[in-house]
């Protein structure tokens, strides 16, 4: 898709298939909100630049996160305080499971209401079931009455939000992530058994998801990530 790579646009047989293939399609659906001058904050490798349509794209990351950024083409850094940008400068943002490892989040989405032109339209994922990741640079989950609430009180309009997983998938989701890195990571002494094992193993779990999915009742009170679109007031 694109040179989208399988990290983030995984296949049936990955055990992280139903967070990440429900972040793509769902945000697949929404990127054209984005356009004009785009800030990509938290940019990391910017998975999805391929996928995004705009004049100009700017992707900023902090110096020091829980992963190294050799490799990676990050525009601009900033100090984990302040953004090194210009006022009313962007006609739009995108930032992806990125909010969680911001420790002062509060203080950075004034910074981005900051650097965003009024009107300015705001592309936001971020996971609210999901284990602990690049430690030690992990510190919040949201429920979606907080993250709704944060958002307004830094002043921006709510445009469109919605949960990704249904409970179903998120509870699956888990148990195909601690089978990955605590069971089967036992086989890592032989890696040809490990992928075999691992290939069969979430493809199977993934389709029999899928088929409960369809069938069982879909409740969204524990889910994976929250998408958001807010604008700028």
């Known amino acids: 898709m694109k040179n989208v790579s399988k990290d983030f646009n995984p296949t049936i047989n990955q055990s992280f ?3 990440r293939n429900l972040l793509i399609s769902n945000l697949k659906k929404q990127f054209h909100v984005l356009y004009g001058r ?3 904050f938290g940019c990391g490798s910017k998975p999805y630049k391929t996928l995004i349509n705009v004049d100009e794209y700017i992707g900023v990351d902090f110096q020091g996160e829980g992963h190294s950024h050799e490799n990676e083409q990050i525009d601009v850094f900033y100090d984990g305080l302040t953004l090194p940008l210009e006022d ?3 006609d739009s943002v995108l930032s992806t499971e990125v909010f969680e490892h911001v420790f ?3 203080d950075m989405i004034s910074e981005l209401h900051r650097v965003m032109k009024p009107g300015a339209t705001i592309l936001i994922t971020m996971p609210f079931l999901i284990a602990e990741h690049e430690a030690p640079n992990d510190c919040s989950r949201y429920t979606s009455f907080g993250l709704k609430s944060l958002l307004e009180r830094k002043g921006f309009e709510i445009v469109h939000y919605e949960k990704l997983g249904t409970s179903i998938q998120t509870q699956a989701q888990i148990r195909m992530s601690y089978m990955d890195s605590s069971i089967l990571s036992k086989l890592n002494f032989f890696m040809p058994l490990r992928k075999l094992v691992t290939n069969i193993t979430f493809a199977l779990m993934n389709i029999w998801v ?4 369809a069938i069982l009742p879909k409740r969204y009170d524990a889910f994976l990530n929250h998408i958001v679109i807010c604008k700028k007031k």
């Open 38 to 40: 785009m800030l990509d």
């Open 17 to 19: 298939y139903i967070t």
């Open 210 to 213: 899928m088929v409960l999915d």
């Open 104 to 106: 002062n989040l509060e």
């Open 88 to 90: 009313n400068s962007f």
